[in-house]
């Protein structure tokens, strides 16, 4: 747990606050507050809060805090370090939460009331004597070294203990807090800059995993496996631009039409002599072979005679339609029995070129195959996409353990509701995230369950009108999570409204949670979750019990 911090690196007053700050951000949740230095100005006086904390669920607490020895002799605060001086850090922290509470009832921006506040001091380098008391300063209103690290339990029992006071906030009431304090709530053409700058770091940072392709230049049969945001696909489109431009005829295959159409434009955007002979879904280079077309719904059609046909149809193409090497991306989706389409899309069946990027945590859909043939296996260990907020929400989903290197985000968001509730309620979450000034094109709505109306509704066009809306930038992108697989979006809500079948919801719970690059905000049953995600991610995204 790592609680955001404003800013990023306070100039503290004393080796003794640093100290304390930094233990008391690593207890508090992600979706905690800490903002230092903050100062209040008005026409009677500057005051400057060396900490004030914003707890979704508990309060806002402000804190003084004082290093060196700190005493209390005839009523009077004294501090000694070099030095003895007179202090009043009861009568600091008493006016910042008034200063702040005024500060709130003026800000325009500002309409949810006074907050739930209290006041305390700490003193992280003293130890209290046994028995302490004083009139200004209860004992659970004082932190001393010897509770330092049990500093976000003693602020939580303070905020408890405010009587006569408001509600708890929510996440929303603490966004808007921070909003006016410190601006994060910003304009859209600088969110949109500040999005931009976080796809230039995640695509800097997928570009250093092309040292993997250079060692493994000479290796023709591989299968690289990776946790989700750990830059397959990345990897995959790297390998087949590399192959063709060393003048090999390459297929880039996968099997969602998404992630298929993702595929096609990335690769659209290379030299000509670096695109692959073929991009797209494996069942759509059976029916370009030549197979005819089966209807969507016939499964036992694209399950097993399509494959079956475009093993002989292979047979019959001359060997300047076959391919020299093979990258798939997703490879997990694919069953058994297409794996011999596979081969025999190779010239060289038996020592051509094969690349597979996989990860087992997706096996979202009811079948199971693997390479039949001998794979070199090496596995990516960095989640590149994910800020680390988002990337601890499903790191106890995934099959081995990935280091967050995605930097610091905003913490995720839950809103509990039922699953009948889900779809409605996400509605609400994604309109408020447009009029935040999150730019359509940034959002997607997901689904796990029943799909959205309006994606029903952009399906009644076809499934290519449908998928062109991805890249359509006047409004936010409705899908399934099954469909989804394999693509991001900056932003994510996601609408937990059931499974059809719990036996692989965990799977479907994890693609859903790691579709997110900068904001995740889930909206679902907190028991279904707990049941589904167990309690590491139950813990991760707050829900309670």
Known sequence: MTARMYPQDPAFASPAERLFVQSLRGQLPDDAVLICN??????????????????????????????????????????????????????????????LRDFLDHAPRWSRGNPRLAHLVALPTTTLPDGFVAPDAPRWAVIDKTEL????????????????????????????????????????????????????????????????????????????????????????????RRLTADGQRVALLCYSRGLAEFLRRRVATLPRK????????????????????????????WESRLPEEMVERAGQLAAADLFDAVVIDEAQDFDQSWWPAVLASLREPENGCLYIFSDEGQRVFMRHGSSPVPLETYDLK??????????????????????LLGGEGLPVRFVPCTDEDALEVADDVAVGLLDAGWPPESVALLTTLRRHPVQIERQAAGQDAYWASYWDDKDLFYGHVLGFKGLERPAIVLAINGFRDEQRAREMLYVGLSRARDLLVVCGDPELIRRVGGDAVAHRLGVQG
């Open 274 to 301: 670096q695109r692959p002979a073929y991009v797209g879904e494996f069942h759509e280079l059976g029916i370009a072979w030549g197979v005819e077309r089966g209807r969507d719904d016939d499964g036992e059609y």
């Open 38 to 99: 903050q100062r209040f100005t008005d026409r009677g006086a500057d005051r400057e809060a060396d900490v004030i904390v914003a707890w979704p669920g508990h309060g806002v607490a402000v804190l003084e805090v004082k290093g060196g020895s700190v005493s209390l002799q005839d009523g009077q605060w004294w501090q000694t370090g070099g030095r003895s001086k007179a202090i009043h850090p009861v009568e600091q922290a008493l006016k910042c939460k008034y200063a």
């Open 382 to 403: 960095a989640n590149l996409r994910n800020t680390k907020q988002i990337g601890g929400t499903f790191s106890s989903l995934t099959r081995a353990q990935m280091t």
């Open 149 to 240: 690290d049990q500093a976000a339990g003693r602020i939580a029992s303070a905020l408890r203990r405010a009587e006569n006071q408001p509600d708890a906030p929510s996440a929303d009431d603490v966004e808007l807090l921070v909003d006016c304090l410190v601006g994060t709530l910003i304009p859209q053409a600088d969110l949109v800059a500040q999005l931009g700058e976080r796809e230039a770091a995640v695509e800097l940072l997928t570009k250093e995993q092309a040292r993997l392709l250079d060692f493994l230049e000479s290796h023709d049969r591989v299968e690289i496996r990776g946790g989700a945001g750990s830059g397959k696909t990345w990897l995959a489109v790297e390998k087949a």
